[in-house]
């Protein structure tokens, strides 16, 4: 099985705008996929990096059912060190793909993270990203012991 084909039975659909796999689960499987900017119908693609592994993303579901965008929204306003870390990372996300205006996940300016699986992608592809890795850590054990996204 090739890369798109793992990426399609994690998705449960085929991917759109998939460009390649951006970091790859202990177990060598796809964790986080790069979109292009564009689909192949020429719909903007706002999120560059996507979260596919299976395990990590209902993790992180779980974190967000317990009202982990809010919680993370709030943080952010508040700690300057995560407030930083934020607008640099949403700066890079700009400067990384200059065809698109939106920061991670397709932010516009201020307001709520809206989708933690986005800016946990965003921290594993492009690591230093600060509030990234505190929401990872919600999100921990973020590897199984063995196997994960191998059952699919
Ligand atoms: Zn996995």
Known sequence: MDDREIVERQLGRPPRAFRRVAVRC?????AVTEQ???DAAGTPFPTQFWLTCTHLASGLARVEAA???E????AAAADPELRASLA??????RALRPELSGGIGGATRGGSLK?????????LAR???T?????LGDAAPMWPGSGCCTSL
Request: glycine fraction near 14%.
């Open 36 to 38: 292009a900017p564009f």
């Open 127 to 129: 690591p230093g990203y």
């Open 26 to 30: 202990p177990f060598g499987l796809p």
């Open 71 to 74: 919680r993370w929204t709030v």
């Open 88 to 93: 640099r990372a949403h700066a890079e996300q």
């Open 131 to 135: 509030l990234g890795d505190r929401i």
């Open 67 to 69: 009202g982990g965008v």
């Open 115 to 123: 989708c933690l699986h986005a800016h946990a992608a965003f921290a």
